[in-house]
């Protein structure tokens, strides 16, 4: 009898195995119906190899672990709990064979998963090639990258062609982020990227559920020539099944007058003269009809989890999911947070909220915050958002919950977040509970978060309570305030006030935020 070849979990592009040193070890976790023997000889054949050249790096099978699939590991309990029925799960412990000596600018090389010539897995591991504590990053957000954007783009180019070249085509900003990310890591600049959520604008490319391939694919299609490792979170678009009409879609946000987008697609037989039909509705659903969740391609195919921790050096990086949009699940909303809810619904449209952290989440924040010497936090949606130009202390001089955990305690902090009028396109539980993992942080801190498509800097005095908004870019933040990063849309741009696309792109050394620049992609016109 013949049996299937293993489904890879982990490592995958979008969480690859970080080799910090030369012994480390390459876990892989599958899911398989072979016994040990026949697993054992799969594995054998697993080798790292590159497309551009014709190293590669032998792997030897070390350890076989078959784990108990009701209690996974954490980093990929949440793929297996999406993974097809069938099949045991086990750990691969791989042994890396000899590695080229090298030392080169970038921190490290990367890698994809092969076997018997063919790629199992791109981008999915990476071994370190620099010792030094010097660590680059980039954080963009908000990518939206989709099919449909192909569509639009075709019809600007027949009936519009005037705009076509200021049109933020999100496919062509990522594929522009790409070439600018290699030529920073080239010249030592850039280390490690990640992508703070709103990887794709929905995840079905088609009308149907389950039809027509997913923009996910889509999506790691483009970064597959990106040439540094790559950490992904989820943003509530990720959670998204469809699109929206492109009667409705906010045409600001991708730089083009709602009129001319009219003519336009009206013209390419693309548009839908309805205003508005109940059946829009779909694309806040989150699971098709059989269940099954719209973030399964993003854990089976990009990374398998959407919370988890990394330590690098003395630094710790801890990516948390702040969920889908809490428009949808109105019902679940809690007694005490109702009216935070119902003073956000008339800017739901520009600024979605998101369903906030989980007090496991916060828990994982704290005991990081608590024990790490540096700390990296990253989210997709904000804790705050203050208008362009606002300068937060002006609204917002001291972010103080105070120590109440209690309910009531709870709501009177986040009405009051909400008065300031910053409570609009933020994550919507446990920002008191944030607040206050973050006063406890022992060691630097630096907050990354995205979703409102505007970029701000803020430092947050844990001592005080006392916040003030900072300029970008920001050289040496000074003292021991915690640093609040907002990026802007790295594929659109924001509809209030164009600010144009772009990323964070920062510098650590010893786990110090030394510097916070927002790197723009394409000026809007």
């Avoid at 490290?108 to 076997?115: I, V």
């Avoid at 018997?116 to 071994?127: F, I, K, P, Q, Y």
């Avoid at 330590?311 to 007694?335: C, N």
């Avoid at 406890?440 to 505007?454: C, D």
Wanted: with cysteine; glycine share 8%; charged share 25%.
């Amino acid at each position: 009898m013949q049996h299937a070849d293993p489904q890879i979990l982990a490592p995958g592009p979008g969480l690859p195995c970080l080799l910090e040193r030369p012994d480390d070890s390459v876990a892989v976790y599958v899911l398989t119906s072979l016994h040990d023997d026949e697993l054992r000889t799969w594995a054998t054949a697993l080798y790292l190899a590159r497309s551009s050249d014709d190293l590669r790096i032998d792997l030897i099978p070390a350890e076989i672990v078959r784990l108990e699939r009701s209690v996974p590991p954490p980093l990929v309990a949440t793929a297996v709990a999406v993974a097809p029925s069938g099949g045991d799960l086990v750990r691969i412990s791989l042994a890396v064979g000899a590695v080229p000596s090298r030392t080169e600018p970038r921190r490290y090389r990367l890698y994809g998963l092969w076997r018997d010539n063919e790629r199992l897995r791109s981008r999915c591991v990476a071994l370190r090639t620099r010792r030094d504590d010097r660590l680059a990053l980039a954080f963009g957000s908000d990518l939206h990258v989709a099919a449909i954007w192909d569509a639009i783009d075709g019809a600007m180019a027949r009936y519009a062609p005037d705009l076509y070249d200021s049109y933020l085509h999100p496919g062509r900003l990522l594929r522009r982020f790409v070439a600018r990310a290699n030529v920073l890591a080239a010249e030592g600049n850039l280390d490690l990227v990640v992508f703070g959520g709103d990887l794709v604008d929905h995840v079905r490319s088609g009308p149907q559920a389950n039809g027509n391939g997913s923009n996910v694919d889509h999506f790691a299609g483009i970064v597959e020539d990106l040439e540094v490792p790559t950490l992904v979170i989820p943003g509530n678009h990720d959670f998204r099944l469809h699109a929206w009409r492109p009667r409705i879609y906010p045409y600001a946000s991708i730089a083009i007058p709602s009129h001319r987008a009219a003519s336009a697609l009206r013209r390419a037989g693309l548009w839908d003269s309805a205003p508005w039909r109940l059946s829009d509705l779909r694309a806040l659903e989150t699971s098709d009809e059989n269940g099954r969740t719209a973030l399964a391609d993003h854990l089976l195919q990009l990374a398998p989890a959407i919370d988890y921790t990394i330590d690098l050096d003395e630094m710790t990086l801890v990516f948390l999911s702040t969920g889908r949009d809490v428009l949808p699940r109105w019902r679940t909303v809690e007694r005490g947070r109702r009216r935070v809810f119902l003073r956000a619904l008339p800017r739901s449209w520009e600024h979605p909220d998101s369903e906030g952290l989980a007090p496991a989440q916060i828990a994982r924040a704290d005991a990081a915050l608590r024990q790490s010497k540096a700390t990296a936090l990253f989210f997709h949606a904000p804790l705050f958002n203050p208008k362009p130009g606002m300068r937060i202390e002006s609204r917002l001089p001291r972010l103080d919950p105070g120590d109440d955990e209690g309910r009531a305690a709870t709501g009177r902090f986040e009405r009051h977040l909400a008065r300031t009028g910053m409570r609009q396109g933020v994550f919507f539980r446990n920002p008191g509970a944030l607040v206050r993992a973050l006063a406890g942080a022992t060691g630097n801190t630096v907050v990354f978060s995205g979703h409102v498509h505007q970029p701000h800097a803020a430092a947050f005095d844990p001592a005080t309570r006392g916040i003030r908004s900072v300029p970008l870019p920001w050289l040496d933040p000074a003292g021991d305030h915690v640093a609040l990063l907002n990026a802007p849309a790295l594929g659109q741009t924001a509809m209030s006030d164009g600010q144009p696309p772009g990323f964070l792109h920062a510098h650590f050394s010893d786990g110090k935020l030394r510097s916070v620049a927002n790197h723009i992609l394409q000026e809007r016109a």
